[in-house]
């Protein structure tokens, strides 16, 4: 049923929870995992080194999808691309999810509700809205949500 699931990351509780479940589908389907770490270039701003803070988030993504790596290693799932691609969040996950011809992609969301949703946007909402390819979403745990409905 699934040959190719992507898994973007930001190295969140959610995103784990969303790898773990990703995961679990790959050992089930005999699946290659993707694993996809953006780095958000559209918040950098111009006046300071965004050189500089590219090549630290560069270096923040390479640990966190060579952990996830490993994790799904130890699990017995050895097919597992990584990639750490600057750009767009939901842009460069669907472009990604598309020239990777995934069959998945899973999620983590953040548990906004209410006008933060509205006023920040929600990668994942993107994502939903404009993929061709199925999309798995996995809520974060009640404590990690806790306080989002103000």
């Known amino acids: 049923m699934y040959d190719r699931i992507l898994v973007p990351t930001d190295g ?8 773990e479940q990703a995961l679990d589908l790959a050992e089930t389907y005999d699946a290659e ?5 953006v780095v958000d270039v559209s918040a950098l701003a111009a006046e300071f080194d965004a050189v500089t803070v590219i090549d630290q988030l560069e270096e923040a993504g390479s ?19 990584t990639a750490v691609v600057e750009g767009v969040p939901h ?18 969301t953040h548990g906004r509700t ?3 949703r ?28 806790e306080g989002a409905e103000t």
């Open 91 to 108: 842009r460069t996950i669907l472009d990604y999810a598309d020239e990777n011809d995934a069959d998945l992609v899973v999620m983590g």
């Open 63 to 81: 640990k966190i999808t060579d952990r996830l790596r490993e994790r799904a290693a130890e699990a017995g799932v050895e097919r597992v691309e």
């Open 114 to 116: 209410g006008i933060d």
């Open 33 to 37: 995992i993707h694993l996809l770490y």
């Open 118 to 145: 509205y006023l920040l946007g929600s990668v994942t909402e993107k994502v939903v809205r404009l993929s061709d390819a199925p999309v798995l979403t996995v809520r974060g745990g009640e404590e990690e949500t």
């Open 12 to 19: 969140s509780q959610q995103a784990d929870r969303a790898f």
